[in-house]
């Protein structure tokens, strides 16, 4: 769901960018940001808990958001947009499938971690598992916002990803075979 999280952003970013057209290349740059920054927990600490923050990233989000609307730059709106994009990241991980590495086994009951009250969010299983079809749609639905506002550097960086989303959704299945088959090495 990367690239969905990144289309998310870049959909809240597009409003941004049709308000405050100056600020339009910083909104996109935090918005990608924070689409991605949640799942830095992939590589250090546990996935959909240690850097996953559903409940608190609404804070700088609001924050940040007061100080791009009171006191306008390149950096708060850049900031408002990485931490609104988070924000939403995090909160909807709990629409998809669990944070095993075959999702659609739904063998997990670990949607994401609520820090707040210390406790997992069950997966809703509204979007089946990350790469499936209808998570490629969303993305495509979601990143439409950013093709039509954004001039043409931006609209090829959001296209190269629907690209790369739709190469991601047609090997998804394979990608757990993959990873043990490296992990394992030959033989």
């Known amino acids: 769901m990367a690239f969905t999280h990144v289309a998310a952003g870049l959909a809240l970013a597009a409003t941004v960018a049709v308000v405050a057209p100056a600020y339009a290349v910083p909104a996109a740059a935090g918005a990608v940001a924070g ?6 927990d992939l590589v250090v600490g546990a996935h959909r808990r240690t850097v996953h923050f559903p409940a608190l990233y609404w804070l700088p989000a609001a924050l940040f958001g007061a100080v791009a609307v009171l ?19 995090s909160v909807s991980d709990a629409a998809g499938a669990g944070d ?45 916002p950013a093709l039509v506002v954004y001039d043409p550097p931006v609209r090829a960086l959001v296209a190269a990803m629907l690209v790369l989303a739709g190469g991601y959704s047609l090997v998804r299945k394979r990608v757990p075979a993959l990873a043990e088959s490296l992990l394992n090495g030959p033989g």
């Open 100 to 144: 095993e590495l075959r999702p659609w086994e739904r063998t997990s009951t670990n949607g994401v971690y609520l820090h707040v009250a210390r406790r997992w969010v069950a997966p809703r299983y509204w979007v089946r598992y990350d790469g499936a079809p209808e998570d490629l749609l969303l993305a495509v639905v979601l990143a439409a």
């Open 35 to 40: 689409g991605l920054l949640p799942d830095l």
């Open 71 to 89: 006191v306008p730059s390149a950096l708060a709106v850049g900031l408002a947009l990485a931490a609104l994009a988070a924000a939403v990241h």
